[in-house]
């Protein structure tokens, strides 16, 4: 096995930092949160495992070594005596390395002196680079379009092509500004060209930028076509890519500055490879400096392996260039540390037993209402509300689990207690996990655990139902010793976890293992404590309302409680999503974020790529969800497996082709949801011209034919073994379009329009749908329109100006063809949909079988009961199973706090 960390790290702290508006102070010398950041950065490189810091210093070089001194011992320095840009510095630093290498060769950290990483993502970042075995991985996250920091551009299969530095993106917008200018035909003036090239460069950069340019419109007199022609000779207005293996991809420099990911300087590298791209680089740029991003860009041209880690929350790497921006570091960390002080007191989560069934009773024990009581009933009316009959029956619900709990104990034990709810996405199905917004609520059916913390790594499970639900053990660190631990990417698609996954037939405690597996992996460094959990829930298995991500994000909550772990809201959301991969599907994480984030009455909806709350509404006063189960339970075999990874798999293969045959658009686009107008700038009848360029439907073979192989990657992994065609074009016209749908179906809800809200979700399911049917019930197969004439009609509409054929043109009102209903729901549905007062019905969940969901006033719900039973259950001789939910609140622990104690 490898060194899983790097023993060395090189800190560039040479450089001058003139836009820090200080001549005394050193920009690493500035203090964040009352500490010097050059000391909290060394602080960080020793915690995750480096023993031997080296830091180049320069410009008051003496300030930043006493300052380092306060707090640190046994540091190399190296010294840089003219400050010739960080490729230079880094050429020092590795000299000085030379002397304290003990093998002749290492990995190295290689940073900037103001990058404050998180320790966690050093961690990923060591991972990434020795688990890929590449040569160079380097750290990426997200900034706005004004940011100064470097591009990272990449391919359509995500391979890094290289990293281009502003300076050089403004350089040649200036120039190719200019050549515009001359072949419209008239000369720019001087003054024209001067505030063109002053337009982004600082004062003191402009002459090195443009140089002789600049010189010569220092002059009094006006250039001729001639001399502009002369001048702009041989000066680059747009890049060229070079790679050994992906071949040569040519950008202007708008198509890069439209780029989001940018490079934080931070590179993890053997110190052979670094010293090969240090006598490479040249100072050919906009500044005349050594770059040290150049370094990404050489050893991509010299067919090495360059891997990108990108960071998507950018708060954990953080770093300045100017007092504005470290205001905003400073900020962010006294945020941080005042959310730290608002610790819950760990014995308002663990009580014992007896305290728990105390409060559950209104008068308590001592015949008056206790404190404990006034505490758990405020938290169950922020979590259900007022109603009376489902606060009684969650009441009954906890009550009988704490007996439960009691009787398969020692004693009177201390425990917490966790509420996981099911989940509803009234719009939104299928796009999470391609950057899409779901509209999300959180449902009165859920899981309630009660947790035992142990002081071993042992998780005992036990169920209420333990007839259907087995009781079960297992060591964490047994498990971790049967798997690969390299990452979790490789855990999930080993050959073991593979089979423990088809040998386990469904099994409770996978879901289990998988939550308790990916916070394991995610805090490698220590090892997580066991617990007993005891389990009592009413969301219906296999029905669609998430049951096996309650329990999943049951356990994470429950192992947070035990571990005292602190999780960020978007790394909770992503923990829960990665660890469901483990019992072998590869979905987003709305079913998480609902379940977690959900609020009591309200529809949230929540943005992915990052993750986020963007908005919260009213559920329709008046309305009521009722979810339907069909009975038929939602299909987790191999066979229903590949066709959900298959639907993915023609996401990507979409998203790659529309990449490949619009490469001016590939620099935009990331996820799917990114193939819009808004994004793209183009018509709504250009987008559909872009649809009509896939395939209806394609094979393996002609896939292969269609992409570089180096960009099939991905969707071969989705695919897996499956050798059925894929059936593109439709799966990616449903995708856009209930992008589309997903986006504006809250502003209808906000505004009251409710019946219109409806319309969306039952075209909706129609790109889910797989028969059709009469009134009288009559049977048809069905097929959404994804032809080339329907996809030509809608050009031809959308481009005609006329208001009644552009309106029936619009993106959301195509269904598209998804088709992971079943006839049950699709004939659950129709019935449904001619009810009158019923807004909208459709698919719940994921499909396959399950539930569908209907949205209907409350004046219709008898009916809705009676036809569905009528004409549904009773036909099929099968017990309804309807259910009228509310929506409650998001995932909890729940709090007792004895205020007699305080």
Sequence with gaps: MPCTKPRYVLILAAGKGTRMGSATQHKVC????????????????????????????????????????????????????????????????????????????????????????????????????????????????????????????????????????????????????????????????????????????????VQVTFNDLWTRLQTAEELSRQEWNELLDGKPDSFMFKTANAGNVSMSPQQVAQITQVNVSVYLLRASALQYALDHLSTDNAQHEEYLSDVVNILVQAGRSVRTLYVQDSRRVLGYNNPAELLAVEAYYRAKKQAALVITRPTEHFWPVSRWLDALTPVGRSGVNSSLSTSLANEFTHAYGSDQLLLNERRRALTELLHFCWRHSTGDPQVAVVRSPGRANILGRHIDHQGGICNLLAIDREILAVVHPRRDDIITLHNVNGGEFKETQFSIAELVSLLPWDDWMSLVNSPAVLEMSRSAHGDWSQYVKAAVLRLQKHYRDRALNGMDLYVHGNIPIAAGLSSSSALVVATLEAMSAVNRLDIQPEQFIDLAGEGEWFVGTRGGSADHAAIKYGQRGKVAQVTFFPFGVKRLVDFPPGYHLVVCDSRIQARKSQEAREIFNQRIACYRAGLLLIKHNYPQYAPLLEHLRDVNVRNLRIPLSSLYQILLSLPISISREELADSLPASELASVLAALGTSTYPLPVRGVVLFGLAECERSRYGVELLASGQVQSFGELMKISHNGDRVVAHTQDGAEAPYQAPISDAYLQALIDDSASGDLLRSERARLELQPGSYRCSTREIDWMVDIARNIPQVAGAQLAGAGLGGCMMVLAHASAINALVDELTRRYYAPHTIEPGISVCVPIAGSSILALIDRAAH
């Design 30 to 205: 500035f203090l964040v949160d009352g500490r010097p950041v050059i000391n909290r950065v060394i602080e960080i490189y020793r915690a995750s495992g480096i023993a031997y810091p080296i830091v180049v210093v320069g410009a008051l070089a003496s300030q930043v070594m006493q300052t380092i001194a306060q707090e640190h011992s046994g540091i190399i320095y190296a010294y840089q005596a003219e400050q010739r840009g960080t490729g230079d510095a880094a050429r020092i630093g590795l000299r000085a390395l030379d002397s304290v290498l003990l093998d002749g060769d290492a990995d190295l950290l290689l940073v900037a002196g103001d990058r404050i990483v998180e320790q966690q993502v050093l961690e990923q970042l060591y991972e990434l680079y020795y688990a890929s075995a590449c040569d160079l991985a380097f750290v990426s996250t997200s900034r706005s379009l004004e940011s100064e920091q470097g591009r990272v551009v990449v391919n359509g299969a995500g391979q890094t092509l290289g990293v281009v530095e502003m300076r050089d993106v403004w350089q040649r917008e200036a120039y190719l500004a200019l050549r515009q200018k001359l072949a419209a035909g008239q000369p720019p003036t001087r003054a024209e060209a001067t505030a063109l090239l002053q337009e982004h460069t600082p004062a003191d950069k």
